[in-house]
């Protein structure tokens, strides 16, 4: 398939070949190439290119982030404006694989405004079963334990350039 040459960055996260072509199967569609959106390194968001023209965005992300299909399959049956999740694995590693709606390359970047607007819609939606819930207390806790995990980032040489985080 083409896009196979993405399963060999050592070290790297990547979507073993036969995860995505299983996906991509599942859904009828073949993959012509795939483009790197953003990659960071508990995560990545490529554009694939579909025979016919079309596209859609695929997701990977480590096995912390493997229960975002779920989130994102509640977000949406509660209302929430997120991207249409047309197929989702976890691989052997624990690691989360989706192909999601491709909403089209960013026109801009998000702001604030958008944020708390996103914010708010998800928050909207209630409890997704399973999943812990912070009461006000848990809430007003996490900046502080934010801070603690960037310090703790900082010190092993991590996030040494990220001058826009509000301390």
């Known amino acids: 398939m083409a896009g196979d040459e993405h ?3 050592s070290g ?13 199967r599942r859904l009828g569609v073949s993959v012509t190439h795939r ?13 694939l290119f579909l025979e016919g023209g079309s596209t859609a965005i695929l997701k990977y992300a480590v096995a912390e982030f ?10 949406s049956v509660h ?3 997120v991207p249409q999740l047309m197929a989702s694995t976890v691989q052997g590693d624990g690691s989360l694989v989706m192909i999601m709606e491709d909403l089209g390359t960013e026109i801009r970047e998000a702001g604030l405004k958008d944020a708390a607007e996103a914010a708010v819609s ?4 209630p409890p997704l ?21 960037l310090d703790a980032l900082r010190a092993e040489g991590r ?3 990220a001058d826009d985080i509000a301390l």
Request: glycine share 10%.
């Open 7 to 9: 399963e060999g960055r």
């Open 12 to 24: 790297a996260l990547s979507v073993r070949p036969a995860t995505l072509t299983g996906l991509t």
């Open 35 to 47: 483009e790197v959106v953003r990659a960071w390194s508990m995560s990545a968001v490529e554009r």
């Open 66 to 75: 493997a229960a975002e299909a779920n989130v994102l399959r509640h977000a």
């Open 79 to 81: 209302g929430a404006p």
């Open 122 to 125: 998800i928050h909207a939606c």
């Open 129 to 149: 079963p399973g999943r812990p819930v912070l009461d006000a207390d848990g809430l007003a806790a996490l900046p502080g334990k934010a801070l603690g995990w």
């Open 159 to 161: 996030w040494l350039d």
